[in-house]
Structures are given as structure tokens and as C-alpha cells.
């Protein structure tokens, strides 16, 4: 079986809307990723290869919440909760790491 391509789009459909992956470096900013409107945002400053795929599995949950309308029924630390739990798992399950910084096509 062939390996899965690695490269990350800059645009990421979430239930029908399209979301930006942004990918910054800022050691100023001490939040490792966040989830805005429509832009999902890496901080690789507070992030290293490997928790890369949990942070942006972390920011797809809070997208997900937010387009299904669940948000309205949630407070902020339950969505926590869930999202960081869906990360783990999905990371954990697909054992999703890359082997180089050329497999998501971003400097670290």
C-alpha cells in the first residue's frame, strides 16, 4: 500500500464551508493553535512535528462544533473536553506523525 500524501491544503472543507489553515511561527503568542471564523491557526513556535497533527485535529473539532450548531448547547470547557478527546483519539488511531518537515510542506 502506498504511503498517504502528507501535504496539507491551505483551505479545509468543513461541512460545506471552506475553512484557511494558517501556519505561523510566533514565540510571542503563547496559544499553540486557535479556531476563528474561518481561519484555523498553527503555531509551530509552541508546536513540534509531532503534535502538529493533534493541534489541527484539536482546531477541526472546534470547527466541527461550530458548523453542526453543538456550540449553542455547550460551554466552552465541555467543548474542551471534547475536542481535545477527539484529537487524542484520532491521532492515537491513525497514528498520524510525519517523518519530515517537507511532508506538510511548512518550515520548523
Known sequence: MKDVPRKI????????????????NDPLNKDSGWFLNSDIV?????????????????ELGHALIRRSGLR???SMEMEE?????????FTELFKMTFKNNKDIGIPL
Request: proline share 4%.
Open 42 to 58: 498553527i503555531n509551530m513556535a509552541w508546536n513540534n512535528s509531532d503534535e502538529f497533527w493533534h493541534t489541527l485535529v484539536h
Open 81 to 89: 473536553v471534547i475536542v481535545q478527546n477527539y484529537a487524542t483519539v
Open 9 to 24: 491544503p491551505k483551505e479545509l472543507p468543513i461541512m460545506g464551508k471552506s475553512h484557511n489553515l494558517i501556519i505561523i
Open 72 to 74: 449553542q448547547g455547550l
